[in-house]
Every structure is written in structure tokens, then in C-alpha cells.
């Protein structure tokens, strides 16, 4: 697929993302092409872009994943930074950006579609809690004799509460 973005050819094939160069600085390539965009990894595993040259030329900053998600969805604002337009890698895997691994979310589903296990150990009983946290408040879930059943009452209660 391919697209402009920024003033700039862009297209992603065999998952990768390309820009159609036909200038080097202010100079004319013999032979124009296609040539691949790595960017710039960031400490998360995301990786920045800057799109339409130096940003001191009106370049502008992309997250790879939100580039990838515009080629194939144009009719998507990819300038809508608000929070109810975050973009979620499904796997929780920052550089799995195949198109089937994302999605359009709001920050709290987003937010919601972690790693984090819902469990812990609770000293003063001897025994695991299990928590979640629903439209900003902590719900309390229980306490279980093993972890295995805090983690599931963890996931069902996941499944009820935070499901798309």
C-alpha cells in the first residue's frame, strides 16, 4: 500500500516501511527509489519517524506503528493525537507492528491491555489479593489460598470489565 504523508511518499511492503526518495538534501538523485525508514528505537521498543524531512525543515515526528496503521487505514486522522485515538499493539509486543497486531483504542483500553497480572501476595493474610482497577477504581476481588486462582479471578474479571 502506499500513501503521502508529510509531503512524502511513503509505502509499507514485506513489513517494512519505505519512502520514495528523489532528493538528497538539496540535491537531485540521478535515479530515483525507494529506500527503507528505519527511524529511531525508543527506550519503550516504539520507534520514532521523521517524516517529511529534518524538523528543522518541516519535518514531523511518527510512531512506526501509527504510520503503519494510516497506510492501511487512510481514512483514519492520523494528526489526532487526542487520547481516544491511541493506536494498540494487541499483543502488548511494542515491535510487532503487522497490521492484524493493531488497533484504534482510547488511552484507557489501551491502558488496560498490559502486562500487569492483577495479583499479589498479601502479607498480613498469608494469602494472594486479587485486584482491578475499573473506571479509575481499584475493585477489590479477593483473597485466594494460590496464585493460579488469584490470576484467574484476575482474568475473569478482565474479561467482564475490560473487554472491547
Same mark, same amino acid.
Given at each position: 500500500?502506499?500513501c503521502?504523508?508529510?509531503?512524502?511518499?511513503?509505502?509499507?511492503?514485506?513489513?517494512?516501511?519505505?519512502l520514495?526518495?528523489?532528493k538528497r538534501?538539496?540535491?537531485?538523485?540521478?535515479?530515483?527509489?525507494?529506500?527503507?525508514?528505519?527511524?529511531?528505537?525508543?527506550?519503550?521498543?516504539?520507534?520514532?519517524?521523521?517524516?517529511?524531512?529534518? %524538523?528543522? *525543515?518541516?519535518?514531523? #515526528?511518527?510512531?512506526?506503528h501509527?504510520?503503519?496503521?494510516f @497506510?492501511? &487505514?487512510p481514512?483514519?486522522?492520523?494528526?489526532?493525537?487526542? %487520547?481516544? *485515538?491511541s493506536?494498540? #499493539?494487541i499483543?502488548?509486543?511494542?515491535?510487532?507492528?503487522? @497490521?492484524? &497486531?493493531?488497533?484504534?483504542a482510547?488511552h484507557?483500553?489501551?491502558?488496560? *491491555?498490559?502486562?500487569?497480572?492483577?495479583?499479589s501476595f498479601?502479607?498480613a493474610?498469608?494469602?494472594?489479593?486479587?485486584?482491578?482497577?475499573?473506571?479509575?477504581?481499584e475493585?477489590?476481588?479477593?483473597?485466594?489460598?494460590?496464585?493460579?486462582?488469584?490470576?484467574?479471578?484476575?482474568?475473569?474479571?478482565?474479561e467482564?470489565?475490560?473487554?472491547?
Amino acid at each position: 500500500m502506499e500513501c503521502e504523508l508529510n509531503g512524502s511518499r511513503i509505502k509499507y511492503e514485506d513489513d517494512k516501511l519505505w519512502l520514495w526518495r528523489e532528493k538528497r538534501g538539496k540535491h537531485k538523485l540521478k535515479v530515483p527509489r525507494w529506500v527503507e525508514m528505519k527511524g529511531k528505537a525508543a527506550p519503550d521498543g516504539r520507534v520514532d519517524l521523521c517524516i517529511g524531512g529534518r %524538523t528543522t *525543515n518541516g519535518g514531523r #515526528h511518527f510512531k512506526y506503528h501509527r504510520v503503519v496503521y494510516f @497506510i492501511n &487505514n487512510p481514512e483514519w486522522n492520523i494528526h489526532n493525537s487526542s %487520547t481516544d *485515538n491511541s493506536i494498540d #499493539h494487541i499483543d502488548r509486543n511494542p515491535s510487532n507492528n503487522n @497490521i492484524e &497486531n493493531l488497533r484504534v483504542a482510547t488511552h484507557k483500553q489501551n491502558m488496560r *491491555n498490559s502486562n500487569s497480572k492483577g495479583c499479589s501476595f498479601h502479607k498480613a493474610s498469608g494469602k494472594w489479593r486479587a485486584r482491578i482497577t475499573v473506571d479509575s477504581k481499584e475493585k477489590y476481588l479477593g483473597l485466594f489460598e494460590n496464585e493460579d486462582d488469584a490470576r484467574n479471578a484476575y482474568l475473569i474479571a478482565k474479561e467482564k470489565y475490560h473487554s472491547f
